[in-house]
């Protein structure tokens, strides 16, 4: 089974709640970004109680150890179960935030390689492999790859083995569900599930991967 997990950036309160609502019986998780949270703080993740779903807090903390573990806790006190952190920052970093995960009963994701075009320019060149062997080094439970490049995932699952790859950039990105679905534990669609005129019928479209 490959989990589908809602990318919600949506940036008004009403609108997300409405959209989460719909689209819950049709997906796995909920993937909270900084603009939803910016504009409705942390506060949120209680409003989203009531539809008995894990909620992500994608931050891609990058921060001296200190600060990552600060900003874990505030994350896990809301209510959250994930947090995503970057890797680059290196090792005491990202032992930081699982650490502090672990401790809070919750989980860890380290962003291996990003989706958009750009990320092509620092995470290729052996980047991506580095992370994701600092990852598993760290204890974390699993990776961020990307949906964009099948071939990439399909690398970097080489070195994590069992540990969950989640995977962004299905759907406005151009990433394929069914493909990816095949290649990692959960997939991650954003816009073309909250920015459509009927979400839940959006979500129940890709939640056939939920099967594969």
């Known amino acids: 089974m490959t989990d589908l997990i809602l990318a ?3 940036t ?12 819950a019986p049709h997906i796995d998780a909920i993937k909270l970004g900084y603009p939803l949270v910016l504009s409705c703080g942390l506060a949120i993740a ?3 109680v009531e539809y ?4 992500i807090a994608d931050f891609k903390v990058a921060d001296i150890p200190n600060t990552n573990r600060l ?4 994350v896990f006190d809301a209510g959250f179960s994930s947090i995503i952190c970057h890797g680059f920052v290196g090792k005491d970093s990202v032992t930081a ?14 962003v291996a390689e990003m ?6 320019g620092f995470f290729h060149g052996g980047a991506a492999e580095k992370i994701a062997e600092l990852a598993m080094e760290c204890g974390a439970d699993g990776i961020i790859a990307p949906a964009t490049r099948p071939g990439r995932v399909k690398v970097l699952r080489g070195i994590v083995g069992k540990r969950k790859i989640l995977s962004p950039g299905v759907g406005a990105q151009g990433g394929d ?13 954003g816009r073309a599930i909250y920015e459509a005129k009927d979400p839940a019928a959006a979500a129940q479209g890709f939640a056939h991967v939920r099967k594969v």
């Open 46 to 48: 209680d409003e989203m």
């Open 71 to 74: 900003i874990a806790e505030q």
């Open 177 to 189: 569900a069914d493909t990816i679905s095949k290649l990692v534990d959960g997939i991650i669609v």
């Open 8 to 10: 919600l950036d949506a």
């Open 12 to 23: 008004e309160k009403k609108t997300a709640l409405s959209i989460a609502e719909v689209c």
């Open 97 to 110: 935030c699982v650490e502090t995960s672990f401790e809070c009963g919750g989980s860890c994701y380290v």
């Open 52 to 55: 008995d779903l894990p909620l």
């Open 115 to 120: 989706s958009h075009p750009g990320a092509t």
